[in-house]
């Protein structure tokens, strides 16, 4: 580890990362500080290979730029690629608000590109085993569903309740059923475990999730047999599931009579 003075623009900015936020009214006196006085903490990189991979300092170095500096003091440390993603995390840990989303996406980065292990993640990063592992289970479910939970529309407690279910389709239906109504992790954990019951099955660790073979649903209301992809999910109300019953139950009684004397 060495303190270096960089170009600005030799040093690159690595597109998944986790970036520090603050509040409005703190950036502004942040910047007003870094027009003032300069940039007086380091930014700090990964020297890999020929190139400087920056690791924390984000809005230091945009600044820093704005005001129109060629260049920056820096800590450099020696590292492989994968060390970029794992200083990058442990550093914005230390420095309070972070996006979880953001965290999912570069342990998501650090296991399927670079091979690392969840253990060695927490090891290097100070997170729990758990948790990092819960990242990785999100990162499994459903695009519709990971999209939802990186853009905010749906939280870590309802994907965790979700990837109980045992195959995507169940996993979108609910998902689907539970969008844009006020309902708290509490809420959809029921709402799964109900769903669970009804399947008979019991609740898989999230991080065992089998893949499941195919299987046959039977229908509520005409008791045909199909697999669950093609089953749609209803929110329906005891009086009118009794009306639309009945009316089936009417309409084969119709069938089966066939014509009246008085059609033929």
Same mark, same amino acid.
């Given at each position: 580890?060495?303190?270096?003075?960089?170009?600005?623009?030799?040093?690159?900015?690595?597109?998944?990362?986790?970036?520090?936020?603050?509040?409005?009214s703190?950036?502004?006196?942040?910047k007003?500080n870094?027009?003032?006085m300069g940039?007086l903490? %380091?930014?700090?990189?990964v020297?890999?290979?020929?190139?400087?991979y920056?690791?924390?300092?984000?809005?230091?170095?945009?600044?820093?730029?704005n005001n129109?500096?060629?260049?920056?003091?820096?800590v450099?440390? %020696?590292?492989?690629?994968?060390?970029?993603?794992l200083?990058?995390?442990?550093?914005?840990?230390?420095?309070?608000k972070?996006?979880v989303a953001e965290?999912?996406?570069?342990?998501?980065?650090?296991?399927k590109?670079?091979?690392v292990?969840?253990d060695?993640?927490?090891?290097r990063t100070?997170?729990?085993?758990?948790?990092?592992?819960d990242?990785m289970?999100?990162?499994?479910?459903p695009?519709?569903?990971v999209?939802?939970?990186?853009t905010?529309t749906?939280e870590?407690?309802k994907?965790? /309740?979700? /990837?109980?279910?045992?195959?995507?389709?169940e996993?979108?239906s609910?998902f689907?059923?539970?969008?844009g109504?006020?309902?708290n992790v509490?809420?959809?954990?029921?709402?799964?475990?109900?769903?669970?019951?009804v399947?008979?099955?019991?609740? %898989?660790?999230?991080?065992?999730?089998?893949?499941?073979e195919?299987r046959?649903?039977?229908?509520?209301?005409?008791?045909?047999?199909?697999?669950?992809?093609?089953?749609?999910?209803?929110?329906?109300c005891p009086?009118?599931?009794?009306a639309?019953r009945?009316?089936?139950?009417?309409?084969?009684e119709?069938i089966?009579?066939?014509?009246?004397?008085?059609?033929?």
């Amino acid at each position: 580890m060495e303190r270096r003075t960089l170009k600005i623009d030799e040093i690159k900015i690595p597109e998944t990362r986790v970036t520090s936020y603050f509040d409005d009214s703190v950036y502004t006196e942040f910047k007003n500080n870094i027009k003032a006085m300069g940039v007086l903490a %380091p930014v700090i990189v990964v020297k890999s290979g020929d190139g400087y991979y920056l690791v924390d300092g984000l809005h230091r170095l945009i600044e820093a730029k704005n005001n129109g500096d060629e260049q920056i003091k820096a800590v450099v440390i %020696p590292g492989e690629e994968k060390d970029v993603f794992l200083t990058n995390l442990f550093l914005n840990l230390l420095r309070g608000k972070t996006k979880v989303a953001e965290m999912r996406k570069v342990v998501e980065l650090l296991c399927k590109e670079y091979g690392v292990g969840l253990d060695q993640i927490s090891e290097r990063t100070g997170l729990s085993r758990n948790f990092v592992e819960d990242l990785m289970v999100i990162s499994g479910m459903p695009r519709e569903i990971v999209d939802a939970f990186d853009t905010g529309t749906i939280e870590k407690g309802k994907v965790m /309740a979700l /990837a109980k279910l045992p195959s995507e389709s169940e996993q979108l239906s609910i998902f689907y059923a539970t969008q844009g109504r006020n309902l708290n992790v509490r809420d959809v954990v029921e709402v799964v475990e109900g769903r669970l019951r009804v399947l008979g099955e019991k609740p %898989p660790s999230p991080a065992q999730t089998p893949k499941r073979e195919a299987r046959y649903l039977a229908c509520d209301f005409c008791e045909s047999e199909l697999e669950p992809k093609w089953m749609r999910s209803a929110l329906i109300c005891p009086d009118c599931e009794s009306a639309l019953r009945t009316g089936l139950r009417q309409a084969e009684e119709l069938i089966q009579k066939g014509p009246s004397d008085s059609e033929e």
